[in-house]
Every structure is written in C-alpha cells, then in structure tokens.
C-alpha cells in the first residue's frame, strides 16, 4: 500500500489529453513539493516534472503538473506512442521523514 | 558526466544478507550539496526509495525497512553502500542507486537526478 495514491492505469489515444493523479495528505503533497518520474522497463526513472509544475531542459511542454492541496496531477497533451510507460509521483513526507512514492500508473497509449 | 554503477550479487539465500555498492564515477561523493540514495522496484511493483546518506555519514531510512537496513558511504572509494539483513522473497527487486538534494533544499529541486541502471537481486534458496 503506497502512501501517495495513484490510478493504476489510464489509457489515451495519440493526439489526446490524459491526466494521471496523485494523492496524499497534509503530511507530504500537502506540505512538500512533488515530482513525477516516467519510467519504461528496462531503465531507470527519468525525471519529467519538479517543484511541482516545471519541467526540465528536454521534456516536451506537452507534459504539465500541477498541485492543489494535498493532491496533484500530471497532464500529458498531445498523446504519442513513445508516451506508453509507467509514471510515479513522489514527494517527501514529513511525517515519516522520508521519500514517498506513489503506487505508479501504466499508461496505455491505444 | 556523473555515473553511478551497482554492483553486488545478484542472488541471495533467504534470511542472508544482501549487500549492494554504487560506485559513483565522474564527481565526488563527497560534493557538499547532495545525498545518496537507493531504491528498488520488485516485480511487477512500483517504486520504493529505501535509504539516502550524506557524505558525512547523516542518514534518513524508509521506517517500514529501518531494522534491517544499513546504508554507508566511503569518500576515499567515492563509493557508497546498502545492506539489507534476514532477507525473504518480497526483497527481490532491481535495486537501483541514485542522488538527490537534500529533501527541504531549495525551491523544489531535491529530485532524484542521476541513476544506476538498476540490478536485478533475486532472494532464493
């Protein structure tokens, strides 16, 4: 049972908006910033979005986050093959004083 | 450029020890901004953050594996160390080592940045 819950799966088809969310308590989202890390078997976790809502030098504005409360989300635009991979959100958690990840999502891009 | 490389064997009896090293080349173990960490993903699971030291030797533990959990750090190897004691089936895993900021460091930059390329270790008799 991970701490930060998260669907699943979700699915889209290319060209399509999907969104992925993240929630957890006033103990982590709620008081810390959150990360979502895309993940394809086979390699290590990549980094698409930080403090929240910004992305890094090379990830596509297709992909966005955002925070409201004790939840957050990430939103992927403009839906491509190569999108197909599991994605995790991740906070601190100041309760447990340590990282939280959620349970992650399979995306299926049909 | 910074690369991380875990090494360690890659099968281990159950109720054993298991025992990872990242070796950090290209960049100091010993860079006064960041912490060192590993994480695991056992089979068809999702993520778990495990531990992170810094490289004085200050620690954070993932409660729910504390007691078993041991991470050192060796700046004159610019490598550091996981070990996971009484070891069953639910610690197979591709475990995999990382960096980050501290947690509270800047403005929401304590991320995750650098990877291993994961190692699958396998708990079986």
């Known amino acids: 049972q991970s701490v930060l819950t998260q669907p699943p799966s979700a699915s889209g088809t290319p060209g399509q908006r999907v969104t992925i969310s993240c929630s957890g308590s006033?103990?982590?989202?709620?008081?810390?910033?959150v990360y979502w890390y895309q993940h394809l078997p086979g390699t290590a976790p990549k980094l698409l979005i930080y403090?929240?809502?910004q992305r890094p030098s090379g990830v596509p504005d297709r992909f966005s986050g955002s925070k409201s409360g004790s939840s957050a989300s990430l939103a992927i635009s403009g839906l491509r093959s190569e999108d197909e991979a599991d994605y995790y959100c991740?906070?601190?958690?100041?309760?447990?004083?340590?990282?939280?990840f959620g349970g992650g999502t399979k995306l299926t891009v049909l | 450029q910074l690369q991380l490389q875990e090494s360690g064997p890659r099968l281990v009896k159950p109720l054993e020890t298991l025992s990872l090293t990242c070796n950090v080349s290209g960049g100091s173990i010993s860079n006064n901004n960041y912490y060192w960490g590993w994480i695991r993903q056992p089979p068809g699971k999702g993520l778990e953050w495990i531990a992170s030291i810094y490289y004085s030797g200050s620690t954070y533990y993932n409660p729910s594996l504390k007691s078993r959990v041991t991470i050192s750090v060796d700046t004159s190897k610019n490598h550091f160390s996981l070990k996971l004691s009484s070891v069953t089936a639910a610690d197979t895993a591709v475990y995999f080592c990382t960096r980050h900021f501290p947690p509270k460091y800047g403005s929401g930059i304590a991320y995750f940045d650098y990877w291993g390329q994961g190692t699958l270790v396998t708990v079986s008799s």
């Open positions: 403090s929240n809502l």
């Open positions: 006033s103990s982590n989202i709620g008081s810390n910033y």
């Open positions: 991740a906070t601190w958690d100041d309760s447990l004083r340590g990282w939280v």
